[in-house]
């Protein structure tokens, strides 16, 4: 069975469960097993919902053995990032705050995934809130590397990349406000889609930053990414940012099309602090697009060295509000009822004992540029800086389809590296942010297929569109992945 996983694409499994060459609970089984083995070294997930997952695995194999057409993504194993919520299923958000609190309905992406008959295997570990870019923030446990135990994922979703990387899922979904999708995509070898801000329903994401969170899919391939994707897309009623998709050739790219898109190559992105083997992944990814004969254009996204600051004002302003919601009265409490005397006891000793460092931190932060007097100097001010970001991207645009960048300035760091010095651990964001601010579709690629036996370090190729143009980005990642 271990074969089959290792080799396993959305497609593939869909072809071997309708040409009956395994079912879906013998595959969903064999994902248990491996877990069970593997995940001891990784620690991608942070609990697991094997009898629901069983179950709905076995009614995939009635539907198909009565001849009834499924879904391609009937019977897929997904994993899921802890702050999506899965009916019954625990939402820890990777806090200690959380660590009684499930989930009392589905998130609107997991109703769709559901009604696709798509198999949850379990939720993955996190940095504390998706604050972070290691998953070392996470209030339970680290994850490891599966390209090398001794570094991290990146983050926030590590858990979720570690997962589809070392073959625990076969796709999985993580959520991106500054980069956690891609960065851990990137750091872990596989593929991560953030969508245009809007595009996919948040009803039921616990939130960090409204104006910028997004949720999106981990996969293999873009094609797998693609068909998740395409499934959670579009508008909905309890999520009023939330937009139509609209017609496009996402699931059956038009390669003449995608050809002749023109690619733009951002020159601040290139103007130095790139480690070296980023460097060369980046050198080889340009050489692998234009022997395809796509043409490049030198463009400028001059406000991009503002958008690190301009994020770290944004962000802990929505994230201050976001948290006040944990209270210790209302999803759960963890201090016992003889510790506290009073309401204020509890909203102290809960939210004291409940937050990590990280949380509390950007608590601060977020509390003190929103206060009055500094709302204007920072707040205010932030979010003009973010319309000039904004603005940058329209520029872009006006001249190429896609911008051509690395998802991230190094490769996965060591364990450890990184955790004394929150400033350099922002800094590993430094490419990923601005897509956030502007709100457009980005992704992260592979930049060459890496085999976890030869200890490579991965690298990504980031590949960032127009607004809903998830096609163009998804289909030229199709198109590179097929040399
Ligand atoms: N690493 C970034 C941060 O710490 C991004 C987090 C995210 O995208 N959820 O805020």
Same mark, same amino acid.
Request: hydrophobic residues 25%.
């Given at each position: 069975m271990k074969k089959h996983l290792h080799d396993l694409t959305i497609k593939g499994f869909h072809e071997g469960l309708l040409n009956k060459e395994f079912s879906a609970f013998e595959i969903a089984e064999g994902y248990f097993d491996w877990i069970a083995e593997?995940?001891?070294?990784?620690?991608?997930?942070?609990?697991?919902q094997k009898d629901e997952a069983l179950k709905s695995a076995s009614e995939v194999d009635v539907k198909v053995a009565s001849g009834v057409e499924v879904d391609v993504l009937a019977g897929v194993p997904l994993a899921v990032k802890d702050v999506v919520l899965i009916e019954d299923a625990p939402a820890s958000a990777g806090s200690k705050i959380l660590e009684k609190y499930s989930a009392s309905y589905d998130a609107t992406v997991i109703k769709k995934l559901k009604e696709a008959q798509a198999v949850f295997l379990g939720k993955t570990n996190l940095d504390e809130f998706a604050m972070?870019?290691?998953?070392?923030?996470?209030?339970?446990r680290l994850v490891h590397n599966?390209?090398?135990?001794?570094?991290v994922p990146g983050g926030s979703s590590g858990g979720s990349a570690a997962a589809v990387a070392a073959n625990m899922a076969l796709a999985a979904l993580g959520t991106d406000t500054g980069g956690s999708i891609r960065q851990p995509a990137a750091f872990c070898g596989v593929v991560g889609l953030k969508p245009t801000?809007?595009? +996919? #329903?948040?009803?039921g994401l616990i939130a960090l930053a409204s104006s910028l969170d997004q949720i999106g899919p981990f996969g293999k391939t873009a094609e797998d990414a693609a068909i998740v994707f395409s499934k959670i897309r579009g508008s909905d009623p309890?999520?009023?940012t939330s937009v139509e998709a609209e017609e496009?050739?996402?699931?059956?790219?038009?390669f003449e099309r995608i050809k002749k898109l023109r690619v733009g190559i951002p020159k601040e992105y290139f103007a130095?602090?790139?480690?070296p083997e980023v460097e060369k992944g980046m050198a080889e990814a340009e050489r692998r697009l234009r022997s395809l004969k796509l043409e490049f254009e030198e463009i400028s996204l001059?406000?991009?060295?503002y958008a690190l600051s301009v994020y770290y004002i944004i962000l802990p302003a929505e994230a201050s509000a976001n948290l006040?919601?944990?209270?210790?009265?209302?999803?759960?409490?963890? +201090? #016992?009822?003889?510790?506290?005397?009073s309401l204020r006891d509890i909203y102290f000793k809960d939210r004291g004992a409940g937050f990590g460092a990280e949380p509390r931190r950007r608590i601060l932060l977020g509390t003190f540029v929103l206060s009055a007097g500094y709302y204007d100097a920072y707040y205010a001010k932030a979010q003009k800086v973010r319309r000039l970001i904004l603005r940058d991207f329209d520029e872009a645009f006006k001249k190429v389809d896609v911008i051509f960048a690395p998802?991230?300035?190094?490769?996965a760091f060591k364990i450890g590296e990184k955790t004394e010095d929150p400033l350099s651990m922002y800094l590993s964001d430094i490419f990923t942010i601005p897509a956030n601010l502007a709100g457009v579709p980005a992704v992260s690629i592979p930049v060459k297929k890496y085999s976890?036996?030869?200890k490579e370090l991965p690298i990504g190729l980031q590949l960032i569109g127009r607004h809903f143009r998830e096609a163009d980005i998804l289909g030229l990642g199709q198109y590179y992945e097929r040399l």
């Open positions: 593997k995940d001891k070294e990784v620690g991608a997930y942070l609990s697991l972070g870019s290691s998953t070392e923030n996470s209030g339970y599966p390209y090398d135990l001794l570094r801000y809007g595009a +996919v #329903s948040r009803h309890f999520d009023s496009d050739d996402l699931l059956k790219p038009d130095g602090g790139l480690s001059p406000h991009t060295k006040a919601r944990f209270d210790g009265i209302r999803y759960s409490r963890i +201090v #016992s009822e003889k510790e506290v005397k998802t991230t300035p190094t490769s976890l036996a030869d």
